[in-house]
């Protein structure tokens, strides 16, 4: 989900129109990957250095992030889609947290539709250093010889859905930024100049389209 202030810049618009109109791509890209049956995505919303972004700019996105969590649940329920959030949420203010975990658990029946999962407050090196803090806290330092990659995995906050088969990184920007490194091992990546909130449905088509052509040899 990048290039959302730099969509809001080449239209002489403020900040945070780029990122509500962000947000409302997000919503129609989750239509998109439905309707051509990819039944799991991941979207980095924001990440730990968002943080330190300027006060007004971090406020507008937690008001977004209220508003998606708090007001817009119940409309979230009918799209039958189970959300999940990757990431640090104990880092958000309460109402917040409480609400998105609250979300989680409403929509979790509609695993086998689709799962949405939204990376908030999430750093890959965080996320590694998070699950071994957990891993050993659950299993005991004595375990570290008998840790595998899949019980590492099960300890990362991308337990529930699996590894991504697709990366699509928007903006031109042409490296991942700390997104899911332990996950993305085997995806295959595209770039695209396109801002976020300017992506199409007819861009996002031609990608999926380039995607099965493509051949996956999985490290073979």
């Known amino acids: 989900m990048d290039g ?9 618009l403020p900040t945070y129109e780029g990122h509500s109109a962000g947000y409302e791509k997000l919503k129609d890209f989750a239509r998109w990957a439905k309707e051509a049956g990819v039944k799991n995505i991941i979207a980095f919303a924001f990440s730990t250095e968002n943080w330190e972004r300027k006060k007004h700019e971090v406020d507008f996105l937690l008001m ?8 817009e649940a119940e409309e979230l329920k ?12 104990d880092k958000f203010p309460k109402d917040i947290a409480v609400a998105a975990r609250k979300l989680e658990e409403d929509t979790k029946k509609y695993a086998k539709n689709q799962t949405i999962g939204l990376a908030v407050s999430y750093g890959g090196r965080a996320e590694i250093i998070s699950s071994i803090r957990k891993l050993v806290k659950e299993k005991g ?40 490194p332990w ?24 990608i999926l389209k380039e995607y099965v052509f ?5 490290g073979k």
Request: aromatic share 12%; net charge positive; no cysteine.
């Open 4 to 12: 959302n202030r730099r969509w809001a810049k080449s239209k002489n």
């Open 78 to 89: 009918k799209e039958k889609a189970r959300i999940i959030f990757l990431g640090d949420l």
């Open 64 to 71: 977004l992030f209220r508003k998606m969590v708090i007001e």
């Open 141 to 180: 330092i004595n375990a570290i010889g008998k840790i595998d990659e899949k019980m590492f995995s099960s300890f990362l906050f991308t337990k529930d859905i699996p590894d991504p088969d697709l990366i699509i990184r928007t903006s031109g920007e042409m490296r991942l930024s700390g997104f899911l």
């Open 214 to 218: 493509r051949e996956r040899r999985l």
């Open 183 to 206: 996950q993305s091992v085997y995806s295959e990546l595209f770039f695209t100049k396109t801002n976020w909130p300017a992506l199409t449905k007819k861009e996002f088509q031609k």
